[in-house]
């Protein structure tokens, strides 16, 4: 596996508070993604971020904000944590060489809001 | 934006058969398509991919095929073992830096024993 790491691993949270999921890469790679895994749903891209305090959204990006200070770490912030929230979030990362497109993921953060 | 859809949701062969999983997509220019498999628990893994500007690849018992013209592709297993039963995605994108992917729903392969 790529050097992907993902903090926490589980997390329970209540609606409305804030939950800041943390993905930390030492590959040195120029890219990442945030993405959530809902059954019947595939992966969603909700951001990704193509270089240091450069993001963009996704699809399915309401709700959610990212910051990147740092090429190793891609945070992802739930700013009020909601029920439709709950879902299993993976972070990838890809580099820009000629096997540019390739991603690879992270073990995953599976989150609970009640 | 582009639009994968993958079949079948589930399929369930027998040890040794072959199994096929069909994936269509809506974007022409998409140009790069990746299989992940993803085992119960665990994260994606990348087991093959394709670039538009081949038909075919191989990798053991894995082969992927794909019909620009129709827009669709399709993942090959062969000689499945018990092993293989995961869920397989597909997805597509447009092959440049930092590429974005859209996945399809998923095929749950069971292999019976």
């Known amino acids: 596996d790529a050097g992907i790491t993902q903090s926490p691993r589980h997390k329970v949270t209540e609606t409305g508070t804030p939950v800041t999921l943390r993905c930390h890469q030492t590959?040195?790679?120029?890219?990442m993604y945030w993405y959530r895994q809902d059954p019947g749903h595939g992966l969603r891209l909700i951001h990704y971020s193509y270089g240091v305090k450069d993001t963009d959204k996704g699809e399915v990006s309401d709700g959610y904000s990212v910051s990147r200070s740092k090429t190793e770490d891609f945070l992802l912030t739930l700013e009020s944590a909601t029920s439709s929230q709950t879902s299993v979030y993976f972070c990838?990362?890809?580099?820009?060489?000629?096997?540019?497109?390739?991603?690879?993921f992270g073990p995953g953060t599976r989150l609970t809001v009640t | 934006g582009e639009n994968v859809e993958q079949h079948p949701s589930t399929l369930s062969v027998q040890e040794g058969d072959s199994a096929v999983i069909k994936c269509t997509y809506s974007d022409s220019a998409s140009n790069y398509f990746p299989w992940y498999k993803q085992e119960l628990g665990k994260r994606p893994q990348l087991i093959i991919d394709i670039r538009s500007n081949v038909g075919e690849k191989k990798d053991q018992r894995i082969a992927v095929t794909l019909n620009k013209t129709a827009k669709h592709f399709s993942l090959h297993i062969t000689e499945t073992q018990p092993e293989d039963s995961a869920v397989y995605f597909c997805?597509?994108?447009?092959?440049?830096?930092?590429?974005?992917?859209?996945f399809g729903e998923g095929t749950q392969l069971t292999v019976n024993p």
């Open positions: 590959e040195n790679h120029r890219y």
């Open positions: 997805a597509a994108s447009i092959r440049t830096s930092g590429s974005r992917l859209t």
């Open positions: 990838a990362i890809s580099d820009d060489s000629l096997l540019a497109g390739e991603q690879y």
